[in-house]
């Protein structure tokens, strides 16, 4: 087997972004250049290790067993380059990884902790979707992830071994609406007074699900707004632009002018957030993150 350690990062990569598209655009590479390094490295271990579909590209069992002994591999040659350079570090970097939900309202809380209990931990942090950060985590670019799951909350993804997971708490889905707006001073609305409101919701694809629009609306939703951030979101409902959804957690930080309503006539949509790292032994560093976010998130 002929492999080199920056075929092996683009392996990572790939399985992380889901395409050669998007492995191209993290690495600064072309995405030809990409393809031809994913070519190069199944010819190198003599085995197919991407199935390339109409929705992306996914490891086969050849590529997903290269990618445990990738991660390894990339650790112990990042680590050899510490050595040459004298570089070695005085503390452990923790990569987490947080659906966009969750930072607002476990990082604050969380990072002092961590500080205080485990000061030789030092935390990197970066956002996603839970399909996303559970490819992150299976690619080994990030340690432990905090995702969300809707009943019957199966496992974050199919792959094999599953991932490790530790559930923290149940929140209820909520509209946040204009506190001056059609739904000013009430504090619940009906599911069938949303069909026809401007929705304000996050991008979807084939993977990634629609994040912002009431999961039983009855008919197709009219998005009026869509983004990623957070902020932009809530501030836009607070100026009257629209509905969108959030966990009851992230009520704590809303920003003035938006008020959250429960929904009537409709079963309760139930979100279950979880920390989620390999399987296996975690290291005292991943635990002590692990063990911070439980302590701030649960009652």
């Known amino acids: ?41 199944e010819r190198g271990v003599g085995a197919t290790l991407f199935e390339r579909r109409t929705d992306g590209v996914r490891l086969t069992q050849p590529g997903l067993t290269l990618l445990r002994h990738a991660r390894t591999i990339l650790e112990s040659v990042d680590a050899a380059q510490r050595d040459l350079t004298d ?8 990569r987490l990884g947080l659906v966009l939900s969750a930072g607002p309202v476990i990082l604050p809380s969380a990072l002092p902790l961590i500080a205080r209990t485990a000061p030789w931990v030092r935390v990197s942090t970066r956002e996603g979707t839970t399909p996303g950060l ?21 496992p974050p993804d199919g792959e094999s071994p599953r991932l490790h997971v530790t559930a923290v708490q149940d929140t209820e889905l909520l509209v946040a609406a204009s506190a001056t707006g059609t739904f000013a ?7 069938d007074e949303l069909v026809d409101a401007p929705w ?23 998005v ?13 409902v607070a100026g009257g632009a629209g509905v969108t959804t959030i966990p009851e957690g992230l009520s704590p ?47």
């Open 224 to 236: 009026v707004h869509s983004g990623r951030d957070w902020l932009t979101k809530l501030h836009l």
């Open 253 to 299: 930080v809303l920003p003035p002018g938006v008020i959250v309503l429960r929904v009537q006539g409709a079963p309760p949509e139930i979100r279950r957030v979880f920390v989620a790292r390999l399987p296996g032994t975690a290291t005292p560093a991943v635990t002590a993150v692990t063990e911070a976010i439980i302590s701030t998130t649960r009652p």
């Open 200 to 222: 304000i919701a996050s991008p979807s694809s084939n993977a990634e699900p629609l994040l912002g629009v009431w999961p039983g609306l009855p008919g197709r939703a009219h």
């Open 185 to 191: 001073g009430r504090t619940s609305v009906h599911v």
């Open 87 to 94: 570089e070695a570090p005085r503390t452990e970097l923790v």
């Open 1 to 41: 087997m002929d492999v080199s350690s920056a075929s092996l990062r683009v392996l990572c990569q790939i399985a992380e972004s889901g395409s050669f598209t998007a492995a191209a655009a993290q690495l600064g590479y072309t995405q030809s250049a990409v393809s031809r390094q994913a070519i190069a490295l």
């Open 134 to 154: 559970a490819r992150a985590l299976r690619t080994g670019s990030i340690d432990v992830a905090v995702l969300t799951s809707r009943p019957p909350h199966r």
